[in-house]
C-alpha cells in the first residue's frame, strides 16, 4: 500500500508540474488564464482564486490549464477574439508572438525534464548499496519451480559472475539459494539443470546488478544531467520503435506499459528499495518530457511544431486544421492507451 501512495503522489506531482510550468510561464506573460485542472472531467469540485478556477476532477492521470484564447483560436472563434479590444487582446493567447507561445507550451516539457534531472540527481547523492536482483524468470526453469521471483534480492552476492560461477560448480546438485523479498528472508532448495539450452543459465534466472555508487552534490548534478540526457535518447528511439512496430505489424512492444502498468514495476522496484522508487518517478518525468516533445497531434510536440510550420509559412496555420489534428491525434493516443491498458490488464490473468 506504501508504493502504490508513493506513487499515486508520485504521478500527480509530475503531472501537477507540467501543468505549473504552462501556468507560470502564462502568468509572467501576463496572459489571462481561465482554469488550472487537476485530472480529466468529470469535474469533482473547483473553487475560483482571482480570475483562475482551479478545478479537481476524477479521472487523475492527467491535468490541464485553459489560457484565454488558446483553445478558441484552433477551434474556428477568430471572428469572436478579433472583436475584442486592444488591451484584452494584449492578455489572450492567440495574440502572442510565436516565440511567447512557443515559450508557453514548451514550459511543460522543461519542467518535467527537470524534475526527473532533480531526483536522478539525489539517488546518486544518496546512493545505494551494490545488490544482485532476479529481473526475470524463464518459465519451467528450476528458479520457477523452486518459487523465486522477479524482484527477489540474492543474498551474500553483488556481483552476477561470483553467484553463476557459484551455481555451474553445482550442476545436478541441490543447492540453496538465500533471498530477500521485501522485508522477510527465504531459502529455496533448488538443483541446478545441467542440460541447458545455448544462452540461458542452470537456474533459468535474468540477473542485474543494482546499486548507485553514493556522489557529492556537484558530481551527483553532473552524472544525473547526464544520465537523463541518455534516458531522453533512449526514450525517444523507442517510441519511434513503437509507433514502426504499430503501424507496420499492428502490435505493441513488449516493454511498454500503461497507468496499471506502472504500478506492477513499482511494486517490483520498490522490493528493492526506495531509492529506486526515486529513480522510476525520476524516469516516468524524463519520459513525459520526451513523449510531449514529438511532433504529434494533440501533444505539446505537435503544437509546437505547427508555431515553427507558422514561422516558416509566415502566416497562420489554418485553424480548422489545428482542431481537426489534434483531435485525430488525441483519438489516436485514447486507442494506444486503451490497447496497452488492456494488455496490462491480461497479463494479470
Known amino acids: 500500500m506504501l508504493i502504490f501512495i508513493f506513487v499515486i503522489i508520485g504521478l500527480a506531482v509530475l503531472i501537477l508540474g507540467h501543468e505549473a510550468g504552462h501556468f507560470w510561464v502564462a502568468k509572467a506573460f501576463g496572459l489571462k488564464i481561465d482554469e488550472f485542472g487537476f485530472g480529466f472531467p468529470p469535474r469533482l469540485f473547483a473553487r475560483k482564486k482571482g480570475e483562475v478556477e482551479y478545478s479537481f476532477n476524477w479521472l487523475p492521470f492527467g491535468g490541464f490549464v485553459k489560457i484565454a484564447g488558446e483553445e478558441d483560436s484552433a477551434s474556428g472563434e477568430f471572428v469572436k477574439l478579433e472583436s475584442l479590444p486592444s488591451s484584452e487582446k494584449n492578455r489572450y493567447f492567440f495574440f502572442q508572438p510565436a516565440w511567447k507561445r512557443f515559450l508557453v507550451i514548451a514550459a511543460g516539457v522543461a519542467v518535467n525534464f527537470l524534475i526527473g534531472w532533480l531526483l536522478i540527481s539525489f539517488v546518486f547523492m544518496a546512493g545505494s548499496a551494490p545488490l544482485l536482483v532476479v529481473g526475470g524468470i524463464q518459465n519451467n526453469s528450476p528458479a520457477e519451480k523452486a518459487g523465486i521471483m522477479a524482484g527477489d534480492i540474492i543474498k551474500n552476492y553483488t556481483a552476477a559472475k561470483g553467484f553463476i560461477d557459484f551455481v555451474n560448480q553445482r550442476r545436478g546438485q541441490p543447492i540453496i539459494i538465500e533471498i530477500r523479498r521485501g522485508s522477510e528472508n527465504l531459502n529455496f532448495n533448488v538443483v541446478p539443470r545441467t542440460d541447458i539450452a545455448p544462452n540461458e543459465g542452470a537456474l533459468g534466472v535474468l540477473l542485474s546488478e543494482s546499486g548507485v555508487e553514493r556522489l557529492g552534490v556537484l558530481k551527483s548534478f553532473a552524472e544525473g544531467f547526464k ?123
Open 227 to 349: 544520465q537523463a540526457v541518455y534516458a531522453s535518447g533512449a526514450i525517444f528511439f523507442t517510441f519511434y520503435a513503437l509507433m514502426k512496430n504499430l503501424l507496420l505489424h499492428g502490435s505493441l512492444l513488449t516493454g511498454v506499459v500503461g497507468p496499471i502498468g506502472i504500478f506492477s514495476v513499482a511494486q517490483e522496484t520498490g522490493k528493492i528499495g526506495m531509492v529506486y522508487l526515486v529513480q522510476l518517478i525520476g524516469l516516468i518525468s524524463i519520459n513525459l518530457a520526451v513523449i510531449n516533445l514529438i511532433p504529434f497531434p494533440a501533444l505539446d510536440g505537435g503544437r509546437l511544431f505547427l508555431i515553427l510550420a507558422e514561422k516558416i509559412k509566415g502566416s497562420p496555420i489554418p485553424f480548422k486544421f489545428q482542431a481537426w489534428a489534434n483531435r485525430f491525434g488525441f483519438v489516436l493516443l485514447l486507442v494506444l492507451m486503451a490497447f496497452v491498458t488492456i494488455r496490462d490488464i491480461a497479463q494479470w490473468f
